[in-house]
């Protein structure tokens, strides 16, 4: 099918169309730079930049793809989870060009959305998978035996998201936002050679919180590390500092990836969301699993921030599947649980 997806549920206005699984367009606003100076994304402001971009980068993907509103099977927008006004903004435009082209609108979840645009990548997901789904907002394991009826938990962050912990380790190091890619490119010219915790790893932790993270305490001690230093009067080594920081990171998400493949006897990994963009995530994760026989997927960088295209996977995979459209009064819904693939 011939799918138009539209993703509004951050700072990224993004439209994509796919057919079956094959990416025509990907056009994409940011309003990242509006938000840059405050230290993280103002909803009002983001609201007002989805409004401005909406028709714009709407007609820059069909021209990419050549096509018309006409020719499109159906419309595919994220109805959540996000911010609720930013979300607002993309479920309104994506039911008005449904009507005015009488096409089938699917409300679909972002998070799964960022799993089902690795399929643009790699085609078809196989089934059973293990997802890592690892943004801004969220960081979860999930089972994925059927990605257009539904996906399991298997467990998430207690406290803060991978990629929030990116955002706020590059804060203190004096980094811009977001800051997944600033420490990405500084760990590259340093060593890890700071042992930071490794959140949820203990032996304690395994019964209740074996596919939990948490990266509230990794920051904490992060930031207690350079203010000690600071205090002694002698220079922050950054470049190790993120270095240390991201092995940390990686080194529980990965680990616990693999071994909840290992649990579920299942052999593929698929990665998803903004820190799937990470360079050494990408690669300890495909080291990790090629030992154990763990086929890892996951997508080109620009593919795993917020995008159109994800959504339009997503829409794509429902449609084949035989799911049936959404109502037109679908909701925005900024809690938008991960269980629901759409609405
Ligand atoms: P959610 O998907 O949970 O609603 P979001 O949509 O805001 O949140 P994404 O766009 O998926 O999040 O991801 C953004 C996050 O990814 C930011 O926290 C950013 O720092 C992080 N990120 C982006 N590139 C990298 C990178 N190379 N390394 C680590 N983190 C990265
Ligand atoms: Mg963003
Ligand atoms: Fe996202």
Not at 125 to 148: F, K
Not at 208 to 224: I, M, N, P, W, Y
Request: hydrophobic residues 45%.
């Amino acid at each position: 099918p011939l799918v138009l997806g539209i993703e509004t549920s951050c700072d990224e206005t993004g439209v994509g169309i796919v057919r079956g699984t094959t990416l025509l367009a990907d056009a994409l606003a940011s309003s990242v730079d509006l938000h840059a100076r405050f230290g993280g994304v103002v909803p009002e402001v983001a609201s007002r930049a989805h409004l401005e971009a909406m028709v714009p980068t709407m007609q820059r993907a069909l021209d990419e793809a050549g096509v018309t509103l006409a020719d499109v099977d159906a419309i595919a927008v994220t109805s959540g989870p996000g911010l609720a006004g930013a979300l607002l903004v993309g479920v309104a435009a994506a039911k008005g060009y449904a009507v005015a082209a009488e096409k089938p609108v699917y409300g679909v979840n972002h998070l799964a959305a960022h799993v089902a645009v690795d399929t643009l990548e790699h085609g078809p997901l196989p089934e059973p998978a293990i997802a890592l789904l690892v943004s801004g907002g969220h960081s979860s394991l999930l089972l994925v035996d059927d990605l257009a009826g539904g996906v399991t938990p298997l467990g998430s962050t207690i406290d803060d998201a991978a990629g929030e912990a990116f955002d706020k380790v590059a804060r203190l190091l004096g980094m811009p936002f977001p800051g997944g890619p600033p420490i990405d490119r500084a760990a590259r010219d340093g060593q890890a050679t700071i042992a930071f915790p490794r959140g949820l790893t203990a032996a304690k932790d395994q019964a209740a919180h074996r596919f939990d993270f948490s990266f509230s305490g990794l920051k904490t001690a992060v930031a207690r590390w350079v203010e000690a230093r600071e205090r002694a009067g002698e220079p922050v080594p950054v470049n190790d500092v993120a270095a240390s920081f991201q092995d940390a990171v990686c080194d529980v998400l990965t680990a616990k990836a693999i071994d909840a493949c290992r649990q579920h006897g299942v052999d593929t990994l698929v990665i998803g969301g903004g820190v799937a963009a990470n360079s050494r995530l990408r690669a300890l994760a495909e080291e990790r699993a090629a030992k154990v026989g763990i086929t890892v997927r996951v997508p080109r960088p620009k593919l795993c921030t917020d995008n159109g295209a994800m959504v339009a996977a997503l829409g794509s995979h429902l449609v084949a599947a035989g799911v049936r459209p959404s109502r037109l009064d679908l909701p925005a819904d900024s809690a938008m649980p991960l269980t629901l693939v759409s609405v």
